[in-house]
């Protein structure tokens, strides 16, 4: 392949068929379930069993066998019609599904993968907390070890897709270890006893994506349950966030070039002072400035992709990607919605949700705070010039 966005024969007809579904089944209804804050579980049950739930899982666990930039690529093409639905699909599989995948038993990964990959389960990821939001290490609910099970006391906040998951992977502590070394994970089932779900939010953007708080009251979860060893928790989800990270760059792509597309045939056909709005130049340097966004968010998010899948370092990349991209995006629908002017204001156009939409991707999987932190410490960290 000759530049980073080539993309093999396969990936361009994949792409090409989530685009065509995305466009048929889940643009039609992206509105409304924002205005209504509605779980789309009719778009789930149809991506199920087309193997969207499973994109990147191998075919001997249930799922579509495709790599990881593939998943990225539906990614994009879902948050283009969807931001919501997107992000349920993001939660599902990149921080559910592909953590039992890489740290579970063998007898985890039969149980639980086969289910969440073909749809007839959804995967939730519990690692944030009232008080424990960049800061996860500061993590409160705990799990103490009784014979042949664990039991959590606890909660968890702003968990996606909380009120429809079955399978809940989640973070509790152990040991009073210092720093991080006490936290371990779980695999955690709906119908455990003592589980339950909270509150759900009522958000600024993304209302679609079903967001709540997650309950553990003598949460009974057996010891077999534990996902990797005590005390590789956190450890484990660092590893999680760094594909997640990945997965955010790309429906910032994807939901900025919906706004942009929106604001480009807007300006192609609004007249303004006796001419087209794209004519004027103030117009056309939006544009331009969009546009590179774009291109340059695109670039990251494939080649950190194809890091990953190659099994190379990309903590560092990952942080980039979703920095850059978060921030484009931001910038390129709050631009869409200038070029538009009132009319971007009014939920007539979709560049409005747009707006609101991208805001949490600067927030989710790491704020851009942390995502400089990381950067820098990478950085400064290397070694100085021989």
Do not use: W
């Amino acid at each position: 392949m000759s530049a980073v966005t080539d993309l093999t024969e396969e990936q361009a007809l994949f792409r090409d068929m989530i685009r065509e579904f995305a466009r048929k089944e889940i643009a039609p209804i992206a509105a409304e379930i924002d205005e209504s804050s509605r779980f789309p579980t009719e778009t789930l049950e149809k991506m199920g069993p087309l193997g969207l739930l499973g994109i990147p899982v191998p075919q001997e666990h249930g799922g579509a066998g495709a790599d990881l930039l593939s998943y990225m690529i539906a990614l994009e093409q879902v948050a283009y019609a969807c931001g919501s639905t997107a992000l349920t699909l993001a939660a599902h599989t990149s921080l559910a599904t592909l953590p039992i995948l890489a740290f579970g038993t063998e007898e985890q990964k039969r149980r639980y993968v086969p289910d969440l990959a073909s749809g007839r389960k959804l995967g939730a990821f519990g690692l944030t907390e009232s008080q424990a939001g960049s800061d996860a290490g500061a993590t409160r609910t705990r799990a103490v070890r009784r014979g042949d099970r664990y039991v959590l006391q606890g909660s968890k906040a702003f968990i996606t897709n909380a009120s429809h998951a079955s399978t809940f992977v989640v973070t509790a502590k152990t040991s009073d270890a210092p720093g991080t070394r006490g936290i371990s994970a779980f695999i955690v089932e709906r119908g455990f006893p003592g589980f339950a779900v909270g509150k759900k939010e009522d958000k600024l953007g993304l209302r679609g994506s079903d967001t709540a708080e997650i309950l553990f009251q003598d949460c009974e979860v057996p010891a077999e349950n534990l996902l990797g060893k005590e005390g590789e928790g956190f450890k484990h989800f660092m590893r999680t966030l760094d594909g997640g990270r990945i997965g955010i760059g790309a429906m910032a792509v994807g939901i900025a070039r919906a706004a942009f597309d929106a604001a480009l045939a807007y300006a192609k056909s609004r007249q303004v002072f006796g001419a087209f709005l794209a004519s004027h130049g103030a117009t056309q340097e939006k544009i331009a400035d969009m546009a590179v966004a774009l291109h340059a968010s695109r670039l990251l998010v494939y080649d950190t992709a194809r890091r990953r899948q190659e099994g190379r370092p990309h903590t560092r990349e990952a942080a980039i990607t979703k920095l850059f991209a978060s921030e484009s995006a931001y910038r390129v629908t709050k631009e869409a919605v200038q070029i538009l002017g009132g009319n971007g204001y009014s939920r007539e156009y979709p560049v409005e949700r747009c707006f609101r939409d991208v805001k949490l991707l600067e927030i989710g999987e790491g704020t851009s705070e942390i995502q400089r932190i990381v950067i820098s410490r990478s950085v400064l960290e290397e070694p100085g010039p021989a």
